[in-house]
T-cell receptor, first 106, second 113 residues
Framework: KNEVEQSPQNLTAQEGEFITINCSYSVGISALHWLQQHPGGGIVSLFMLSSGKKKHGRLIATINIQEKHSSLHITASHPRDSAVYICAGLQNKLVFGAGTILRVKS | NAGVTQTPKFQVLKTGQSMTLQCAQD?????MYWYRQDPGMGLRLIYY???????DKGEVPNGYNVSRLNKREFSLRLESAAPSQTSVYFC????????????FGDGTRLSIL
C-alpha cells in the first residue's frame, strides 16, 4: 500500500462543475504539497499547507492532520484546468501520490 | 525567467550506453533534486543535494550517479543504461531544503532500447 493515496485516479467533469480531489496518507507528515502537471509535462507547485485551508483563485486546498486527509477543490472548473494533480506528503523527504488525471469538458 | 532548465528534453539510448542529464537553476537555490516519473507511480526521488558540495541517495539511486558541479548545476549520470531506466526525469530546486515549494524543470523523456 502506498503511503500517499489519491482518489479518484481519473475524473471527468463538465465545465463549471465543482471538483474535489482527495489525498490520504498513512504516515505522519509535517506538511502536504499539491502540484499540477500540465499535458505538456511541466510540474507547478500549487500549495503547501500544514493546517487549515489555503485559497488561490478558484483553487482551495484543505488539510485535516488528525484524519490524515487533504482535499483540493476547484470551483467553476474550466477546460484549462485539465491536468494531473499530485499530492505529496513531507516526512524527512517528499512522498508523492500517483496523481489524479482531471479532464474538464466544455 | 528561466527557473530550472533541463537538457536534453528527449533522448533515445541503447542498452549499455552512458549519458548525463543536465540541470541548472538561476534562482540562487541551495537545494536540488532528481526524480523519475513512471506511469501509474508517483514521482520517486533518485538523489538530492541539500547544498553545494553535498549529495544524498533517495529512494531509487541504483544505476545513477550525480554531481553537484556548483550552486547552479546538478547533473545526473547513467553509466550503463538499462531498459528499466526508461522514464521521464525531473530536476527540481528549493531555496533551502524540503519544507518549501519545489520548482521543477520541464523534464527529460529518456527511452532505452
Amino acid at each position: 500500500k502506498n503511503e500517499v493515496e489519491q482518489s479518484p485516479q481519473n475524473l471527468t467533469a463538465q465545465e463549471g462543475e465543482f471538483i474535489t480531489i482527495n489525498c490520504s496518507y498513512s504516515v505522519g507528515i509535517s506538511a502536504l504539497h499539491w502540484l499540477q502537471q500540465h499535458p505538456g509535462g511541466g510540474i507547478v507547485s500549487l500549495f503547501m499547507l500544514s493546517s487549515g485551508k489555503k485559497k488561490h483563485g478558484r483553487l482551495i486546498a484543505t488539510i485535516n492532520i488528525q484524519e490524515k486527509h487533504s482535499s483540493l477543490h476547484i470551483t467553476a472548473s474550466h477546460p484549462r484546468d485539465s491536468a494531473v494533480y499530485i499530492c505529496a506528503g513531507l516526512q524527512n523527504k517528499l512522498v508523492f501520490g500517483a496523481g489524479t488525471i482531471l479532464r474538464v469538458k466544455s | 525567467n528561466a527557473g530550472v532548465t533541463q537538457t536534453p528534453k528527449f533522448q533515445v539510448l541503447k542498452t549499455g550506453q552512458s549519458m548525463t542529464l543536465q540541470c541548472a537553476q538561476d534562482m540562487n537555490h541551495n537545494s536540488m533534486y532528481w526524480y523519475r516519473q513512471d506511469p501509474g507511480m508517483g514521482l520517486r526521488l533518485i538523489y538530492y543535494s541539500a547544498s553545494e558540495g553535498t549529495t544524498d541517495k533517495g529512494e531509487v539511486p541504483n544505476g545513477y550517479n550525480v554531481s553537484r558541479l556548483n550552486k547552479r548545476e546538478f547533473s545526473l549520470r547513467l553509466e550503463s543504461a538499462a531498459p528499466s531506466q526508461t522514464s521521464v526525469y525531473f530536476c527540481a530546486s528549493t531555496p533551502t531544503g524540503w519544507n518549501q515549494p519545489q520548482h521543477f524543470g520541464d523534464g527529460t523523456r529518456l527511452s532505452i532500447l
